[in-house]
Each structure stands twice: as C-alpha cells, then as structure tokens.
C-alpha cells in the first residue's frame, strides 16, 4: 500500500495567540491499489520478471533426508510375524501403504524432475497406492543409469528383486560362476582321462546345473512387490499366496507386515516353483546325457562295460525333491538372513567387502550342497557306493 506525504496548514488559532505557527505536521496519506500499481509500474524492473539466475542458485532447495531401506535397518517398516495390518493373515497386503510412502515417493519424483508416467505401469501403482517408499524410488533412477540395468529393469521379476538388492545381480553371478566350476570340477574328478572324449556330456550337465543355480538365487531372493491387488473374487488360497513373501525370512518395507503363516506360505510356494524345476532340469540332463552315452557305444562298443545308463526318472524326482527341500531351505536362510538381516546392515556403505563376504558364504553354500546331494542320493538309491576291489 503506498503512503504519499502532505503538508497540513497550521491553524489560525495559533496567529491569535501570539505564538509562532508550527512546523506543519506531515502525515501518511492512503492511496488506492490501483495507483500503488501505476506507482510501481514506473520502477525499472517488472514484478513479473523472475530473479536472475544467480540469486536463484543461492537460494536454498529442501532436500529429503536420505531414507535408508527397511531392510537396511532393523525397525521402522518392519513388523516381522507382527499380524496387524494383515486382518488375519491372509489379506492384508493388497490393499495399499500408508499415505506417507505415496507422498515421500511424488517428493522424490519431483526432485529428480520427473513424472509418475514416466515409471513402469507397476512401478507406478505401486506408488500411487503408497507400497513403495521414496528410497524405492530414488534407487530406481539411479540403476537407470547403467545400460545393463536399464534393460533388466524392463522385466518384472528382475525389477522386483534389483530394487529391493543391489547386489542382487552379482550374487547371481557369483553363484553361477561357482557352479560353473565346481560342477566342471566334479565332472573332471569322476571322468579323468575320458574328461576330453566326453565333453558333449560335460557340457550338457553343466549347462543344466547352471539353470538350476540360476533359479536358486532368482527365486528366494528378497524383493519389492509391485503387484497388483488381487480381484475380490479370487478364492482364498490364491490370495493367501498372492500375499506370501518371496522369501520366508525377508524384511517387509515401511507400512507392511507378514505373519508368520504367510512367511510358512513363502517357503511352499518356492518349494514347489523348485520342486518343478529340479525335476525339469534333471529330466532334460539325464536325457541328454543318456542319449549322448547311447550314441558313443553305437560307434564304440568297448564303452558297453564302462559306462552305465542314469535312472531317468527317479533321478529326476529325487533331484526335484532335494531342491524342493534341502536348497529351498537352504537359499532362503542364506539370502534373507544371512545376507539380508546379518551382512547387509553391517557392511551397507562397505559394498566390496559386502560382495566379497557374500561371494564367501555362497560358495561354502555350494560345497555344502554337493556333500548333501551326494549324501541324499546314495540314501534314495539314485547313485551306488563304488566298491573297491
């Protein structure tokens, strides 16, 4: 509001009584808006001009305080076997987070200068319905940066697994990599002289021990659910395990919670997902390697007596069976506690140290699983003790 000054007349009064006039009294005169605006019209510069941009940058923008993930500390999002937000613990899962997560996920998106379009379709429902948290998000964009990651992260299951795991992708390495070798290893002490000449079977065994350590780190692994509610028709046991963790032993985020029933639910429903591919990888093996070995003592009959036929079918259900059970077990308590709850909040900001430990543990697991196989084979009857002479 603008003031302009006048000058009032001294009062007759004063002359009257011989007294010299005063000074005249200057008070403030108000001046209507619309004249404060053709008043400040006439300044050298427009109200509607924004700053300069060096004033703009000395002007200090809010920044969200790092949010570590739930799995990167012990409390906060995680109720582990805490039943209240799961009505019973069946359903409680589907119906979306706390508004809190949805609006530390748009101040996130906002500060990198995005949109929520421009996230995956789940990726952003998720946020929009608050199942995902700000952390979840600020990971996301920066995995974008690296070509590889970009291009994994157009797939669901990867996308789930990498954003919920860093390192997942190179503890899907490392665990390839050793099977690689201890396989390669085992077959090279069974075979010996004949390694060379056979290596058509070599090759085919190692190859499928190679899906089926991919698929054990993929399907155990910890990950951020960005599926979608189930239909309200869908029966109860399909959305008792729509609503199950991937893995039993996994830190829930912020705002979610799994009983203890759901996390039994996550040891089944992976037992049976290896159960199928332990058989199925153990079914296309044998059958090659049968074949292969069939094929050798058609072109050289000496091999008759040296080399014996492998049991199909009961090699493949008893394999399907070990990984149902022992690696099952085995997997979910190296990635969800071990890994996640024991080495991860202890060595966060050390991640050489971190992979170098994990890549310890996952190959002691591996060695431990050949002794057991061995072990379980020979107490099935899928393999026979080589007598001495």
């Avoid at 050390?350 to 699983?369: I, P």
Wanted: aromatic share 6%; net charge neutral.
């Amino acid at each position: 509001m603008a003031f302009h000054y006048a000058a009032m007349p001294s009062s007759s009064s004063s002359s009257l009584s011989g007294v010299s006039s005063q000074p005249p009294l200057h008070l403030p005169r108000l001046r209507s808006p619309h004249q404060a605006s053709r008043r400040l019209s006439a300044l050298p510069f427009s109200r509607a001009l924004p700053l300069p941009l060096r004033l703009r940058l000395c002007i200090p923008r809010p920044q969200l305080p790092p949010l570590p993930l739930a799995f990167s500390h012990g409390g906060g999002g995680d109720n582990d076997g805490d039943d209240n937000n799961n009505n019973g613990g069946g359903d409680g899962e589907g119906d979306g987070g706390p508004p809190d997560n949805r609006r530390e996920a748009l101040f996130v998106l906002a500060q990198l200068g995005r949109k929520l379009e421009s996230l995956p379709s789940d990726l952003a429902a998720a946020v929009e319905g608050g199942r995902v948290t700000g952390e979840i998000v600020r990971r996301f964009a920066e995995m974008e940066g690296s070509a590889l990651l970009r291009w994994l992260l157009q797939f669901q299951g990867f996308r789930e697994r990498l954003l919920a795991d860093d390192l997942f992708l190179a503890k899907l390495a490392m665990e390839c990599g050793v099977g690689v070798i201890a396989k390669t290893a085992a077959e090279y002490e069974k075979r010996r002289e004949n390694f060379v000449k056979e290596i058509d079977i070599v090759i085919a065994d190692v190859v499928m021990a190679i899906v089926a350590d991919f698929m054990l780190v993929y399907l155990p692994a910890p990950t951020v659910s960005l599926q979608p509610p189930l239909a309200t028709n869908a029966g109860h046991i399909a959305n008792f395990f729509h609503n199950c963790p991937d893995n039993a032993f996994q830190i829930a985020l912020a705002g979610r919670s799994y009983s203890i029933l759901q996390r039994l639910g996550a040891i089944l429903r992976n037992g049976a997902k290896l159960f199928t591919v332990g058989t199925s990888a153990s079914l296309i093996g044998t059958g090659v390697t049968n074949a292969l070995i069939k094929a050798r003592k058609a072109v050289d009959k000496e091999l008759d007596d040296e080399v014996e036929d492998i049991p199909v079918l009961s090699t493949s259900v008893a394999y399907g069976v070990y990984m149902a059970v022992s690696s099952n077990l085995r997997y979910q308590i190296l990635a969800g506690v071990i890994e996640q709850r024991m080495l991860e909040p202890l060595l966060h900001n050390h991640k050489l140290l971190l992979s170098a430990l994990c890549f310890a543990v996952r190959t002691g697991n591996t060695f431990l699983g050949s002794l057991l196989w061995v072990d379980y084979a020979r107490w099935v009857g899928v393999q026979k003790v080589q007598e001495e002479a």
